[in-house]
């Protein structure tokens, strides 16, 4: 079985560029959901995909965009990166069986992102 | 506003006691329960999750919930310095329309040999 992994470990961007971080799901498995960790935070939940479709959004700004692919692995785009937006970024993959299941999510290895 | 409260700590406890960490929510209709462990530079790792009221138990790990409280601890028996980390309570609201969980900013333990 294979875990959730992440791409690029660490990054680092300037003001105003963009990013685009990778997740791969844990194998069988068919939602990604991203959360930003912000030093000495608790992760705060940015979207969730299921079945490459955004099945949920936190309280982030549109500038923070996603999708999924059919093999259910997932992007997460920032554009116009902002100082703030400097944190841990991490993917939880997880199966749902259908749109309000609770199922445990899984963690990758996070993207460090540093804007300067 | 949906909250998950921890108390930051650090809890501090010696090697072999029992550490008790707590987590208070405000949506009473929150139906998961969830503790991750989170080491230093590392992604949160599930522990336990726990669905009703009463104790779960897991190993070295008890799970308690009190729904009428609004309540949910995790209890480390025999605690051991390689437990020393940050410990991130999450749960999962009720008809949030989609699964994702709101997380605490955990409690850092520190196990002392």
């Known amino acids: 079985e294979t875990g959730v992994t992440q791409s690029p470990t660490h990054l680092i961007k300037t003001r105003g560029q963009q990013v685009t971080l990778r997740c791969s799901s844990q194998?069988?498995?068919?939602?990604v959901s991203w959360y930003q960790q912000a030093l000495g935070q608790g992760p705060q939940f940015i979207f969730q995909?299921?079945?490459?479709?955004?099945?949920g959004r936190g309280n982030f700004p549109p500038r923070f965009s996603g999708l999924q692919f059919p093999n259910y692995s997932s992007e997460l785009n920032v554009n116009a990166l902002e100082l703030d937006d400097s944190a841990l970024y991490l993917c939880?993959?997880?199966?749902?069986?259908?749109?309000?299941?609770?199922?445990?999510?899984?963690f990758g290895p996070g993207t460090r992102l540093t804007v300067l | 506003q949906k909250e998950v409260e921890q108390n930051s700590g650090p809890l501090s406890v010696p090697e072999g006691a029992i550490a008790s960490l707590n987590c208070t929510y405000s949506?009473?209709?929150?139906?998961?329960f969830f503790w991750y462990r989170q080491y230093s530079g590392k992604s949160p790792e599930l522990i336990m999750f726990?669905?009703?009221?009463g104790d779960k138990e897991d190993g070295r790990f008890t799970a308690q919930l009190n729904k009428a409280s609004q309540y949910v601890s995790l209890l480390i028996r025999d605690s051991q310095p390689s437990d020393s980390a940050t410990y991130l309570c999450?749960?999962?609201?009720?008809?949030?329309?989609?699964?994702?969980?709101?997380f605490g900013k955990g409690t850092m333990l520190l196990v002392s040999p």
């Open positions: 995909y299921y079945r490459e479709e955004e099945n």
């Open positions: 939880a993959s997880s199966l749902l069986r259908d749109r309000l299941s609770s199922d445990e999510q899984f």
């Open positions: 194998s069988g498995h068919n939602t």
């Open positions: 999450a749960v999962k609201p009720m008809n949030s329309g989609y699964s994702t969980l709101t």
């Open positions: 949506d009473r209709g929150s139906q998961s």
């Open positions: 726990i669905y009703s009221n």
